[in-house]
T-cell receptor, first 112, second 115 residues
Framework: ETGVTQSPTHLIKTRGQQVTLRCSSQSGHNTVSWYQQALGQGPQFIFQ???????GRGNFPPRFSGLQFPNYSSELNVNALELDDSALYLC???????????FGPGTRLTVL | AQSVTQLDSQVPVFEEAPVELRCNYS??????LFWYVQYPNQGLQLLLKYLSGSTLVESINGFEAEFNKSQTSFHLRKPSVHISDTAEYFCAVRNSGGGADGLTFGKGTHLIIQP
C-alpha cells in the first residue's frame, strides 16, 4: 500500500508569483484535503476535493484553488503569492470526506 | 464552528517518566477527536482517534487518550516516555455529523524528553 506523497519537497518563490503543489493520494482513497501549517502553528484547512469536485473550503481567499484528477491525485494552486503564504503545505487523503485522514510529508514553500 | 485548545506549548519530561498532554475543545455539534504526531521536518502521523464506543482509546506505541464529554477534553497520556517520543503533538476535531469541513487543529504541544 502506497502512502500519500507530495512534490516538490521544498520551493522558493517571490512575491506575486504563482505556485503549483502536487499530491498523490494513498492507494484506495478518493478524497484529498489540503492544509496550510505556518511556523509554530497547527495546520489550517484550505479545502477538500471528492471525486474531482471541491466539496468543502476553509477560510482562504479565492487565489487558493485546486484540482483533483480521475486518479484522485490533486494540485493546489496559489496565485499572487504573499509573504504570509510561506508555510508547510500538507495534503491528506481519505476514503470519503468522513473517513480518517492520512497525511503526506508536506511541501515547504518560502515566499521572498 | 469548532476550536481546539492545547494548554501547553511545551512539555519537558524526563525519560521513563509519565506524561499528559492536555487538549480541550469547543463545538456546538458532536465531534470526532484525533491526536496526530509530527516529527521534525515530517508530515503528520495519526496516533489515535475517538469516533464512538469506549471513551478510552489506545495507540500501538503505548499512548492513550480519554474522551470526557462533560469536560470537553481529550487528554493524551503515556505512563513511561522514551527519547524517541520527542515530537510535536496535535489534537484535532471534526464534525461527526458529516460534511467536508476538514479537521480543526490545536496549536500543538512540543514534547521534550530529557535523558
Amino acid at each position: 500500500e502506497t502512502g500519500v506523497t507530495q512534490s516538490p519537497t521544498h520551493l522558493i518563490k517571490t512575491r506575486g508569483q504563482q505556485v503549483t503543489l502536487r499530491c498523490s493520494s494513498q492507494s484506495g482513497h478518493n478524497t484529498v484535503s489540503w492544509y496550510q501549517q505556518a511556523l509554530g502553528q497547527g495546520p489550517q484547512f484550505i479545502f477538500q476535493y471528492y471525486r474531482e469536485e471541491e466539496n468543502g473550503r476553509g477560510n482562504f481567499p479565492p487565489r487558493f484553488s485546486g484540482l483533483q484528477f480521475p486518479n484522485y491525485s490533486s494540485e493546489l494552486n496559489v496565485n499572487a503569492l504573499e509573504l504570509d503564504d510561506s508555510a508547510l503545505y500538507l495534503c491528506a487523503s481519505s476514503w470519503g470526506s468522513e473517513d480518517t485522514q492520512y497525511f503526506g510529508p508536506g511541501t515547504r514553500l518560502t515566499v521572498l | 464552528a469548532q476550536s481546539v485548545t492545547q494548554l501547553d506549548s511545551q512539555v519537558p519530561v524526563f525519560e521513563e517518566a509519565p506524561v499528559e498532554l492536555r487538549c480541550n475543545y469547543s463545538s456546538s455539534v458532536s465531534v470526532y477527536l484525533f491526536w496526530y504526531v509530527q516529527y521534525p521536518n515530517q508530515g503528520l502521523q495519526l496516533l489515535l482517534k475517538y469516533l464512538s464506543g469506549s471513551t478510552l482509546v489506545e495507540s500501538i506505541n503505548g499512548f492513550e487518550a480519554e474522551f470526557n464529554k462533560s469536560q470537553t477534553s481529550f487528554h493524551l497520556r503515556k505512563p513511561s516516555v522514551h527519547i524517541s517520543d520527542t515530537a510535536e503533538y496535535f489534537c484535532a476535531v471534526r464534525n461527526s455529523g458529516g460534511g467536508a469541513d476538514g479537521l480543526t487543529f490545536g496549536k500543538g504541544t512540543h514534547l521534550i524528553i530529557q535523558p
